[in-house]
């Protein structure tokens, strides 16, 4: 058994497992049921439960899991990427110093996501060549990295959600993730 140990680490490392941080940051967030604030005008308040978000080389992949009753047709989920982590740079959208938003959901062009980039004083509207995938309670897609400048594991992030009710016409925002009272998440907690 002495000799078995040493050759399996060997094993185990040439096949890749090793104590190193993973090539590609995630996060995966949490949110409780029924924090969702009312609007009249939204029958149900959409309800964010659940995030999954991957940083590649390439391209940011995420998946937004949202509470029964959400009406998907009308609901639209907002990433807040703040790519230095600092709340004194970017937009100060809630506390957090935003450098970029992926937008999703109801209202954005048919392929469903926004991205919008921080420019010292307003927001550049970017073309996102891929689609949104909708399905169930889920919202599935990717963004380019070359569309969110600065991001990486270092980045934080924080998603809203809200209604849209036509004519580019939304409620104020409904929901978050990390709730607003928390601090935003990094992208990955690893050093």
Not at 59 to 75: H, N, Q, S, W, Y
Not at 109 to 131: C, E, H, K
Request: aromatic share 6%.
């Amino acid at each position: 058994m002495r000799h078995t140990l040493p050759l399996l680490a060997l094993l185990l490392a040439a096949c890749g497992a090793t104590d190193a941080t993973p090539p590609n940051p995630l996060l995966e967030l949490g949110d409780p049921a029924g924090d969702a604030v009312f609007h009249p005008q939204a029958p149900i308040s959409p309800d964010l439960r659940s995030a999954f978000l991957e940083l590649t080389e390439t391209r940011l992949i995420f998946e937004i899991g949202l509470a029964p009753g959400t009406d998907m047709e009308k609901v639209t989920v907002g990433i807040n990427f703040d790519a230095d982590a600092n709340p004194d740079t970017g937009d100060p959208f809630a506390d957090q110093g935003t450098e970029a938003i992926a937008e999703v959901g109801a209202g954005n062009p048919p392929n469903g996501i926004l991205v919008f980039r921080w420019q010292g004083g307003g927001y550049q509207l970017l073309v996102n060549p891929t689609a949104l995938v909708r399905e169930g309670l889920v919202l599935r897609g990717e963004i380019p990295r070359g569309l969110l400048t600065g991001v990486d594991r270092h980045s934080t992030v924080r998603l809203y959600a809200t209604h849209y009710l036509g004519d580019d016409s939304w409620t104020g925002f409904l929901d978050y993730m990390p709730d607003r009272e928390l601090a935003p998440a990094r992208i990955s907690p690893q050093p």
